[in-house]
């Protein structure tokens, strides 16, 4: 099946500073979603991005399909932006494979 | 606005007992699936129902069943719980099929003593 491997696995950033999180996925997909899994535990989808480009604030994702690889930027990071960051990916109507996370810590 | 709702949110068991997990969303979805989520594994799928009336296995299915009640519920059953069903489990809904975002509820914390 689909591998996914995220980097870095633990990230500590000061508050304001900026970030890159990447998810590598070893075969091809149509379906890869990026969530955030806040101190409390919640989940919360934050794009969903088989290819391109979207931004959301302060929170973008690209993704180069052809090459196997999303990335996930994270600008003028915030306390609030501290937890896990979870990417998942699948191809056709086949459930979604999640990578490890990368833990981050936003530090005021 | 609830979205996805599940319950409970904690519950200790000792081994051999049963429960349900009840899971319930408002969005209209057609697709629901049930995750856990262990220290240091991510979240793997356990069962997911593609539409009302039906169901399928996931990743890691062994130990557990489910009920797709209607096409807002969709309940996970553990029949004679093991401490290795010790996890976090997570409910999620989407849009028909697998190519839709999905949305979570908050979580059931089990611990199986």
Redesign the interface.
Known sequence: GIQVEQSPPDLILQEGANSTLRCNFSDSV??L?W?HQNPW?????LF?IPSGTKQNGRLSATTVATERYSLLYISSSQTTDSGVY?C?V?F?????V????TRLSVIA | NAGVTQTPKFQVLKTGQSMTLQCAQDMNHNSM?WYRQDP??????IY?SASEGTTDK??VPNGYNVSRLNKREFSLRLESAAPSQTS?Y?C?SSGT????????G??T?LSIL
Do not use: S
Not at chain 2, 40 to 45: Q, W
């Open positions: 149509n379906n979603q969530f535990g919640q989940l919360i989808n969903y979870f998942a699948a056709g109507n086949t459930p979604l999640f990578g490890k996370g | 699936y240091g594994m991510g979240l793997r799928l997911y996931g990743e976090v997570f999620a099929g697998f190519g839709q975002p999905q949305h979570f908050d979580g914390r």
